[in-house]
């Protein structure tokens, strides 16, 4: 199984053999446990939830207590779940380590975008502006709100608001290095979030 949860841990660039540059990102992958394995007569679908990150056992819930004694399983920080092909071989208690994957693997990465505040049209939807002369005094607006006759904004219309603080997914990375010692996963060019959030590394769909 190809998935693992992760850390990012920054940016950095390295040479390849050839001596040209690479921008790569440092994620600190796994070590991950399964916590509870999905399947089609139980669940309706083939997936796995891993666990991922160090936590006092004072820092849960109870039912999350409960949770985690019930599958027998040291508590852990997070918990997220991955569709996987029916017949993988995983079982409750297996650890993922980063060695699942290779140099040269293809990689999809998901994170959580970082957040911009409050965005104004132009920023957050790339609108472009009113004229520039004084004369104008429409510069940065949104635009009109509603169809003619409509009375009212229809919903999923482009507006300023909140930007970024999203799941964002990169998909098509190259995994560049691996280092099975450290934990250390190293992908080519950026992924979304800031240093220190939670990364998911899955095998890539295409």
């Not at 679908?45 to 849960?60: A, C, D, I, P, W």
């Not at 790339?126 to 520039?132: I, K, Q, Y």
């Not at 080519?188 to 979030?193: A, F, N, S, Y």
Request: hydrophobic share 30%; aromatic share 8%; glycine share 14%.
């Amino acid at each position: 199984m190809k998935a693992i949860l992760g850390k990012k841990i920054g940016m950095t660039q390295i040479f390849d053999e050839q001596g040209r540059l690479i921008p790569v990102t440092v994620i600190e992958a796994g070590p991950c446990t399964v916590v509870d394995v999905k399947t089609p007569d139980k669940h309706g679908y083939t997936g796995v939830q891993l666990g991922y990150g160090f936590v006092k056992e004072q820092r849960l819930t109870r039912p999350q207590r409960g949770y985690f004694k019930s599958k027998g399983i040291s508590p852990l920080r997070y918990l997220r779940e991955f569709r996987v092909r029916p017949g993988e071989d995983v079982t409750v208690g297996d650890e993922i380590k980063v060695d699942v994957f290779k140099s040269g693997d293809y990689v999809d990465v998901t994170g959580t975008s970082l957040g911009k505040g409050f965005a104004g049209s132009i920023k957050r939807w790339n609108f472009g502006r009113g004229p520039s002369s004084h004369g104008s005094k429409y510069h940065r607006g949104p635009g009109s709100l509603a169809a003619r006759d409509a009375s009212r904004v229809f919903p999923g219309r482009k507006l300023p608001g909140h930007k970024g603080s999203e799941r964002v997914t990169v998909r098509n990375l190259r995994v560049v290095n691996v280092d099975p010692e450290k934990n250390l996963l190293l992908v080519h060019g950026g992924v979304p979030g800031r240093r220190g959030s939670l990364i998911m590394i899955k095998e890539a769909s295409r």
